[in-house]
Every structure is written in structure tokens, then in C-alpha cells.
């Protein structure tokens, strides 16, 4: 019987599996976890769990084929080492850019181990992967020499304590792509607007922080209520900023601007007016009363007419960068949380694709420089060109919406611009 601690926090969200478990038995610890996380059935938390840590059909055949055939030696990095041990602080994406010259294709790696390492997500410090080059092909194994050997883990009967440890390895960096996963948001511009709103703040100020005690009210009178089934908690957003596509300047949607999050006290209502006096053929004064919330997050300072937005619910997500299976032309439309319109490494911008065009987590795409234009001067017609358009790098999308989605610059040789073009990574 395993006990985990009491109190269980968002960290462990991620899933690391227990250091006391053998690594086939990885599956069914994310199971019970989601189960405890998301208060679902084991049977609804296999649901979930399939949608979220599984790779898609299409990955699967390729994992499949690349698991019997290997992969090309000329598709391994040039210094592709013989051995590597995994590390803390080691992602799949640079595991993945370690043996393999496109790290996208990151499915072609998991399926060199795929007798060994049954999900992609779940590989640990402390194992060390062979890279066998044997027959002109490349194959990666857990197992040195592909030796038919497997590790017996024993369990004692009696009862342990453990947390859930940051054990095994994320896709990429999770501290560069956390904040956006809640933060942003793509809404119509009409329903930030029916969001109920803060109408005031305790003592006339101006400004609400956190800790701060603040008073809000909808449209209806009846969105802010602490009935059974009703949200407590909120986050709060000002303006919606349109996002235009760069080549027809036709607006995508609109993008909320974050600032805090703030818990339901008391819900808003309406009461007799106290101490009213009724005099004959009069009815009952009454007033409005708005909700009560305290601020228990502040990115930056909160005022009357910011919008409550209910928490999402908690999402269980792994990312596996690969290539879209479709081509794909996409443009850059804005970078988050800031009005430059230049782009650096590690940074997150917004794209014009969607879920509408096929977008999905986890998708890398190529970024492409406009080449310049310019009149050519060494000859006698001073004609107009245009120089050819490069490669600067690489970004993977982690939160697509219907029309928009959220990415991670990888890699960036260059600046990267807001206009410039993307495309699948495996086209030159």
C-alpha cells in the first residue's frame, strides 16, 4: 500500500512517478494520480490519462516502424554518442537534438526504444541509453547491446511514504511555458465584456494587490454566487487586445491581458435597505449588494473595471515535439506580454494557425527570415529583388486555440520578427 502526504500541491501535476516503482509500472502510477488529482474514477482517469500521455496514431506507426528498422545512420547527429546517461535537468527535446540531427523527431527516437521504454514521457535520471549502429542502422536501447535483460524490482510487504519527487524527465523546460498555460487567454471580444467586473475596493483605493479585499458585480446579479456547483475562484483580466494576421489584418481573436487571481467570500445579493421606513402604498427599499473577494495572486495591480473570469480546471498535459503531418504556411503574429516586436530565444509569441488549421501541442515549425528587398544596383536596369528567405530557428506550439496559438521559440539564430514565416521544419 503506498500513502502519499496530505496535502497534495499543483506541483505535482507533472507527474513524476514514484522513485519506489519500477519503470513498467509507470502507466498505472499516472493513473492513480490522475485519479486523485482530477477526484475522477479510475476508469474516467484512463480516459484522460490516454488523451493526454499517449502519442497520436500516426506517432505510433512511426515509432512501430522505426522500432523494427532502426533509422538511417545519416540521420544521427554528427557527434551522436555511443552512450548517455540521463540526467537531472536533461529534457527529451535535448536527448532528442543529442542523437538525432531534426530533434522534432522525437517519435523516431522513442520508437528506437520502444521494446524498452513503453511511453516517451516517462524516462528517468540515472538510466543510460546505447545507441547501437549495427547492420547500417541506428537503434537506441536501455539495454546495453540489446541484452534480453530486465530489472526485477522487489517490494517488501509494508507500508511506505513517499512524495511524488520531480523524477522523470519533461519534454522541454516546463519553468519557460508554466505561466502561459493559465495566463493567456483568446476570447470574443463581447464575452470579456459580460465577465462580471470589480466595482470597488475596501477604503475608496485605487489600485487592488494581493491580500487586498475587493467588491465585484455581473451583469445578471447571479454570476458571482458561493452555491453548491458555482466557481470560487477567478482569474482577473483587463482589455482584449486584437490579434491581427499579418498579411490580411483580419482579426483572430482577442487576447486577454492576465493580472491576478482573487476567491469568492460572499456572493453578490440584494437586501432590504436597513432602517427604511415604509410608509402606506410604499415597497420595500432595496439595494444591491456586491460580492466579496479577496485578491490571492497579483501579477500587477488590479482596478475597478477588471473582469473575473471562473479557473479553469487543472490540465494533465505532456508535449511531444514532432513535425505536422499536413504542410503548414504560418505567420508570427505578436510576442506575449509585451508591445516589442522583435523575438529572442525562450521567448512566446503567438501564430495565426489553429486548432481550426490542424494545430496541435507539441507541433515544431520552422522559422523562416523575410528576405529583403532591394534594388539591384550592379546592373544596367536596376531591377527589384528580393533576396531568399532563411532559416532562424525553431518553435514548438503548446496552447492552441480555435484560430490562435501560444509557442516557444527553441532556437533562434538570429532576431526573430513579428511577420516572419513558418513553416514545417523538415522543408528547406
Known sequence: MLLMNKTLTSQALSLRPLRHFSHESGVARTLLVTALFTALPISAAIAATANQLTVSPSQQRTASQVSNDGVALSELASNAPDSYSVKRGDTLWAISKLFLKSPWRWPELWGMNMADIKNPHLIYPGQTLYLDKSNGRARLSSRRGGAESLETVKFSPRTRSSNLPDASIPTLQNNLIEPFLTEPIIVEEATLQAAPRFVSAQEGRVFISEGDRAYARSADGLQLSTADGKPLDFRVFRNATA??????????????????????????????????????????????????????????????????????????????????????????????????????????????????????????????????????????????????????????????????????????????????????????
Open 243 to 428: 490579434l491581427k494576421d499579418p498579411g490580411t489584418g483580419e482579426i483572430l481573436g482577442y487576447e486577454a491581458q492576465f493580472v491576478g487571481r482573487a476567491k469568492l467570500i460572499r456572493g453578490e445579493s440584494i437586501s432590504a435597505v436597513r432602517g427604511a421606513e415604509i410608509k402606506a402604498g410604499e415597497t420595500l427599499a432595496t439595494e444591491i449588494i456586491p460580492a466579496t473577494l479577496d485578491i490571492v495572486r497579483s501579477k500587477e495591480e488590479m482596478r475597478t473595471g477588471d473582469r473575473l473570469l471562473p479557473e479553469p480546471p487543472l490540465e494533465l498535459l505532456t508535449y511531444t515535439p514532432r513535425a505536422p503531418a499536413n504542410a503548414v504556411e504560418a505567420r508570427i503574429v505578436s510576442v506575449y506580454g509585451s508591445a516589442v516586436a522583435n523575438v529572442a530565444q525562450n521567448q512566446v509569441v503567438v501564430i495565426n494557425r489553429g486548432t481550426k488549421d490542424g494545430m496541435e501541442r507539441g507541433h515544431v515549425l520552422a522559422i523562416q527570415t523575410n528576405g529583403e528587398r532591394l534594388v539591384d544596383k550592379t546592373g544596367a536596369s536596376f531591377e527589384n529583388i528580393k533576396l531568399p528567405d532563411e532559416r532562424n530557428g525553431l518553435l514548438m506550439v503548446f496552447r492552441p486555440f480555435e484560430r490562435v496559438s501560444y509557442a516557444l521559440v527553441l532556437t533562434a539564430t538570429q532576431t526573430v520578427r513579428v511577420g516572419d514565416w513558418l513553416v514545417n521544419p523538415a522543408k528547406q
